[in-house]
């Protein structure tokens, strides 16, 4: 349980990358005061955390309808993670979450849902990274509840990151910052290429137990 709960920690935190997220916050937040910024932040961790626990609960449900079996989504999910990795190891923002800089928020939008919450917080790789630990949970409801509160806690780690980013920037140096960002793209990927070999692995013992049959 503990050796799950640390792998779902790291995996979901990396995946999330407050870190990385703290200068488009700092920036996208740079005209307003500390009460806005606070109500901004708020609004954007409230439904980053929506999302991924609608994809907690129903991931597999949504698996299911779609009628993907789990090693496909494991092995499409485990590439899709290791592109997100590539970027961060030059330093970038991963593409998965990245806006593009013409899908900056249009006046009067609400940054706090776009690109805060969406993709920068609950991105395509937050989404796989969720359904993939669901899946191996399989039913099992104490990791279900472990899992709930591994993302309680990054969400809450990242709400402190974000609120201090300014601060936190400052004091680390964008120096610090990229090295930090290509550690974690190392992680992710080593990550990523499991998830692969798992998928792979997984199919390959359905194939068999099925001939056997």
Known sequence: MLQFGLRAFATLFIVVDPLGVAPMFVALTSEFGDAERRKILSRALAVAFSVTMFFLLGGGFLLYYLGVTVHAF???GGIL??????????????????????????VGEDIAIFPLAIPLLSGPGTITTVLLLTNQIRG????????AAVI???????WW????????????G??????ITRVLGIVLAALAVQ????????????LVCGALR
């Not at 991963?94 to 013409?102: K, N």
């Not at 309680?152 to 990242?158: F, G, H, P, T």
Request: charged fraction near 15%; hydrophobic fraction near 50%.
């Open 74 to 76: 494991a092995i499409s």
């Open 81 to 106: 993670l290791f592109a997100a990795s590539l970027p961060m190891l030059f330093g970038q923002r991963p593409g998965l979450q990245a806006p593009e800089r013409h899908e900056q928020g249009t």
């Open 140 to 147: 099992d409801i104490l990791r279900l509840g472990i899992f």
């Open 152 to 158: 309680v806690i990054v969400y809450l780690i990242a």
């Open 161 to 172: 990151v974000l609120y201090a980013g300014e601060r936190v920037m400052a004091r680390l």
């Open 174 to 179: 964008a120096g610090k910052v990229h090295i």
């Open 195 to 206: 998830y692969i070999l798992g998928g792979i692995a997984g199919y390959y013992a359905s």
